[in-house]
């Protein structure tokens, strides 16, 4: 992540030293955490970073030219995923980055997979995105109908410091396992697709919008099947963490699963640490949901659809960053 960024704030210095010093002094950086190039955070972090984003020298939005803040150079990072993105927030290592709202509300509070650690208090929230749908692929010929069919497959539960890997563990605690009775494997959505491939895994997890580029690829090279998750069949799941919604992928959007199938979802909500200047996110803020944004999402994520200004605030369980909340107050978003 650091060699990467490196080399974009290389790259923008030396172009900045083309047109004067005065450019360069003006710009500002601005990270955002995702998660792995295989899943959505990834190409959506890109859609934002590029929407908010007006470097120097740009066009005036007017004149058709970049609608984000001026002087600011946004860049979306392949990271761990939502915990890893708190915990580089909290550090001061990143300036935002996208996170579960499970995985928030706990930082925030100190409660759930926080308990036992210093909440994060200083977390805020930018804006709400997107719902993501619990995948629990499989291969099509393990033998797996129902999360119970788990017990004794190789299952990969997500690398640490992911989300998925948190909700795995809640899910396979609703239908009475745990990973003591799976042959449990820590690996990101694209290995643990590549050690399918091979036969060598059973099922895995994956929280992400859908359609996750992974698992569209490995559906189609490889007969899969998308595992049912529904709260009435997980216990006391979805009333003791009602964070979880009941959702369903639909039939066809992965090759070979011509089904619906019900899941549940969490939010995925864009955070950021109440030390960011207020001035500075709410010019995020704002840019995130112009016009010319909406554009860019509309074409260029299935996910994009589903990020609106009227779903922004829904699900949100940890206070708004000041600059976004005075956003959302002269949008009439927010009383």
């Known amino acids: 992540m650091t060699k990467r960024f490196n080399a974009i704030v290389g790259l923008v210095m030396a172009l900045g ?7 360069a002094q003006d710009m500002t950086f601005f990270r955002i955490g995702t998660g792995g190039t295989a899943g959505t955070y990834y190409p959506i972090g890109g859609l ?14 007017d004149q058709g030219g970049s609608c984000g803040v001026p002087g600011l150079v946004a860049s979306a990072l392949a990271a761990n995923g939502s915990v890893a993105n708190v915990n580089a927030i909290a550090g001061g290592t990143l300036e935002s980055g996208f996170a579960q709202s499970d995985v928030a509300s706990w930082a925030y509070s100190g409660t759930g997979i926080w308990e036992g650690k210093p909440a994060v208090e200083k977390l805020r929230a930018i804006a709400n995105l997107y719902p993501e749908s ?8 393990a033998g ?17 410091g992911s989300g998925t890997l948190v909700d795995a563990r809640i899910i396979l605690e609703g239908y009475g396992l745990s990973e003591d009775d799976v042959q449990a494997e820590f690996l990101k959505p694209d290995q643990a697709a590549d050690r ?22 490995l559906a189609s090279q490889h ?5 049912p998750i529904r709260c009435e069949e997980a216990g006391d799941t979805c009333e003791k963490y009602p964070f979880f919604a009941s959702d369903m992928v ?11 199938t019900p899941t549940l979802s969490v939010g995925a909500q864009w955070i950021t640490s109440a030390d960011q200047p207020e001035e500075l996110i709410y010019g995020i803020t704002k840019a995130l949901w112009n016009e010319n944004t909406r554009k860019q999402f509309d074409a260029g994520h299935a996910k994009g659809k589903l990020i609106r200004a009227e779903t922004a605030l829904a699900g949100v369980g940890i ?17």
């Open 17 to 23: 030293l083309t047109t004067g010093p005065a450019v």
């Open 319 to 335: 206070p708004l960053h000041p600059g976004a909340e005075r956003f959302y107050k002269e949008a009439g978003l927010l009383k």
């Open 196 to 217: 399918m491939r091979d036969g060598a895994m059973d099922a895995f997890f994956f929280v992400g919008g859908f359609p996750a580029g992974a698992i569209a690829e």
């Open 144 to 160: 797996i109908s129902g999360v119970a069919d788990l017990k004794g497959k190789k299952v990969s539960m997500d690398e640490p």
């Open 134 to 141: 619990i995948h629990l692929v499989a291969r099509a010929d």
């Open 250 to 260: 639909p039939a066809g959007t992965y090759q070979g699963v011509d089904v619906d």
């Open 48 to 61: 934002i970073a590029n929407a908010i984003s007006n470097p120097p020298g740009s066009r005036e939005c």
């Open 223 to 227: 007969p899969v099947t998308l595992v």
